[in-house]
């Protein structure tokens, strides 16, 4: 079965700093989609950024990369020039087939700090 | 387009009574999909369908559990005989059927009391 883990429950940040955000996964898939999300408080959830498996280059949203390590099954966010904004819980989540759906680690809450 | 609507946002509820949840997807999207996710917790899957056909409903949590999508249009989550365990969030997606990425609602947050 596969799993997310998400090792970091809380993590804070200075406003324009750079933080990372680590996630590590298991399958044995060899073709799949990993993906970041983000809750801020009492809102909905929205995709940050995708990156498909079987594309070494790694993933890029404006301020938001990851570092994807398919042989260690990583797959880290990093947060550029952080702003209040970016205050959320941010989700880890892996799709492996056909359906779908997604399986999600259980989160990290980040804050901002002004 | 509005996005992913469920309704109500929040349903407060005595234990036994049943809830129904709306969502109404992406009107382009074929796929949907419902989760559950607990206060500190990331996303619990519970069941999907394609079009009007309910393609996995093993992850229900129980046969108090059901969902429909009769037309394939907007979808209705059943909770029967409520159970203060079922206090959560319940999130609703959609996707296009050729794509990965789930679009989601505000959610719905049942109190059972």
């Known amino acids: 079965a596969q799993t997310v883990t998400q090792s970091q429950p809380e993590m804070s940040v200075q406003e324009a700093e750079t933080v990372t955000l680590s996630c590590t996964y298991d399958?044995?898939?060899?073709?799949?989609?990993l993906f970041w999300y983000k809750q801020p408080p009492s809102r909905q959830m929205i995709l940050v950024i995708r990156?498909?498996?079987?594309?070494?280059q790694n993933a890029t949203e404006n301020r938001f990369s990851v570092n994807f390590q398919k042989a260690a099954k990583s797959f880290s966010l990093k947060i550029s020039d952080s702003q209040l904004g970016d205050t959320a819980m941010y989700f880890c989540?892996?799709?492996?087939?056909?359906?779908?759906?997604?399986?999600f680690g259980k989160g990290t809450k980040l804050s901002v700090k002004p | 387009d509005t996005g992913v609507s469920q309704d109500p946002r929040h349903k407060i509820t005595k234990r036994g009574q049943n809830v129904t949840f709306r969502c109404d997807p992406i009107?382009?999207?074929?796929?949907l999909y419902w989760y559950r996710q607990t206060l500190g917790q990331g996303p619990e899957f519970l069941t999907y369908?394609?079009?009007?056909?309910?393609?996995?409903k093993s992850r229900l949590l129980s046969d108090r559990f059901s969902a429909e999508r009769p037309k394939g249009s907007f979808s209705t989550l059943e909770i029967q005989r409520t159970e203060q365990g079922d206090s959560a969030m319940y999130l609703c997606?959609?996707?296009?059927?050729?794509?990965?990425?789930?679009?989601f609602g505000a959610g719905s947050r049942l109190t059972v009391l």
């Open positions: 009107s382009e999207h074929n796929r």
């Open positions: 399958t044995s898939e060899s073709n799949y989609y």
């Open positions: 989540a892996f799709n492996g087939g056909s359906q779908g759906n997604l399986i």
């Open positions: 369908f394609q079009n009007e056909a309910q393609l996995e």
């Open positions: 990156q498909e498996a079987y594309k070494q």
């Open positions: 997606a959609s996707s296009d059927s050729g794509a990965n990425v789930l679009t």
